[in-house]
């Protein structure tokens, strides 16, 4: 059973960090993984993803702040989070597909809830100013 579950999400004051962590299980090693969040009545959005070759795009809106990484030995994705923006409050969610990312040209769509297989049950992060 592939399983994916987050943790590390917490309530931070505006510019504090936090780092989440995707412990994944169930399978050998996804090509893509990725941290998604959804704001209260806004859409899922990709906040960053990590292709096997090391590709990591990022959000616009996250660039700067936010790194993504992963410990294979682990079976671990990290999301470091730096300099928090009340903007930042959402549910987290970790995510992981079977799909073919071995270019930037492949990961075009890494930002879509639709392009992943799947999903963790999600880890709150509040931030307050």
């Known amino acids: 059973e592939i399983q994916l579950v987050e943790s590390g999400g917490n309530s931070v004051q505006v510019g504090g960090s936090l780092r989440l962590s995707c412990a994944a299980s169930g399978f050998t090693y996804p090509y893509l993984m990725a941290w998604f969040r959804q704001a209260p009545g806004k859409e899922r959005e990709g906040v960053a993803a990590i292709t096997r070759d090391g590709l990591t795009p990022y959000a616009d809106s996250v660039k700067g702040r936010f790194t993504i990484s992963e410990d294979n030995a682990k079976n671990t994705l990290y999301l470091q989070m730096t300099n928090l923006k009340t903007e930042d409050t959402a549910i987290y969610y970790c995510?992981?597909?079977?799909?073919?990312?071995?270019?930037?040209?492949?990961?075009?769509?890494?930002?879509?809830?639709?392009?992943?297989?799947?999903w963790g049950q999600g880890t709150q992060v509040t931030v307050s100013s």
């Open positions: 995510a992981a597909s079977a799909e073919s990312a071995d270019s930037w040209g492949a990961i075009w769509n890494w930002r879509l809830p639709s392009r992943f297989d799947y």
